[in-house]
């Protein structure tokens, strides 16, 4: 596809759950970023990928939330005994880092909820 | 950390008039961008403005990297602008990650 993908669409899970949300970023972006959007605030950064390896993770608010990209193209957010108050859209973007060129473009979220 | 502060926080017009959505940033950058998040959700790409002016169609964008300020100007607005149009930084001397603004919600009423 053009653009960044990301699934599932919607996720409601239960208090205490496990999930997993992914990316497909841009074919040949080699950055990956994750966000989370809560009700009515800009996107807050999670985590940052530059290939495979996570070279910033100091937005992860918790050690519940851990975050691969082992190829270096998809990437997987998971979160762990999860609560209800990480019910938000998570947003993932990617950019093909070059030089002084670091232009970020967003997939159309995961909404989770967590009854 | 760097405070990126957008005004107005909302925005009503009529259509076919003009706007100025403006982003105040706290310290140095390397990148701004401007996104449209639609109705959706989707963050569509308007401009990467570290510096200077650009223009598309009906939208240009002037960032003023040395006053830390960044306008956006949408002239003859038209209902689909409706939305929430945010200011994202990238700090300098940080990693790579975007700080956003609050977002302005702009209406455009028929």
């Known amino acids: 596809g053009a653009g960044v993908s990301q699934t599932p669409s919607n996720k409601v899970t239960e208090k205490g759950k496990y999930v997993e949300l992914r990316c497909d970023p841009i074919?040949?972006?080699?950055?990956l970023y994750w966000y989370r959007q809560s009700l009515g605030q800009g996107p807050e950064f999670l985590i940052y990928?530059?290939?495979?390896?996570?070279?910033?993770d100091s937005g992860l608010p918790n050690d519940r939330f851990f975050a691969v990209r082992p190829e270096g193209s998809v990437s997987t957010l998971k979160i762990q005994r999860t609560e209800r108050g990480d019910s938000a859209v998570y947003l993932c973007?990617?950019?093909?880092?070059?030089?002084?060129?670091?232009?970020?473009?967003f997939g159309p979220g995961t909404r989770l909820t967590v009854l | 950390g760097i405070q990126v502060e957008q005004s107005p926080p909302d925005l009503i017009l009529q259509e076919g008039a003009n706007s100025t959505l403006r982003c105040n940033f706290s310290?140095?950058?390397?990148?701004l961008q401007w996104f449209h998040q639609n109705p959706w959700g989707q963050l569509i790409n308007l401009f990467y403005?570290?510096?200077g002016t650009k223009q598309n169609g009906r939208l240009s964008a002037t960032t003023v990297a040395t006053e830390r300020y960044s306008l956006l100007y949408i002239s003859s607005s038209q209902t689909t602008d409706s939305g929430v149009y945010f200011c994202?930084?990238?700090?300098?001397?940080?990693?790579?990650?975007?700080?956003f603004g609050k977002g302005t919600k702009l209406t455009v009423n028929p």
């Open positions: 994202a930084v990238e700090p300098k001397g940080g990693s790579e990650k975007l700080v």
């Open positions: 990928f530059q290939g495979t390896g996570a070279a910033d």
């Open positions: 403005i570290p510096s």
């Open positions: 310290d140095s950058v390397n990148n």
């Open positions: 973007a990617s950019s093909l880092r070059g030089a002084m060129i670091n232009e970020q473009f």
């Open positions: 074919s040949g972006h080699t950055a």
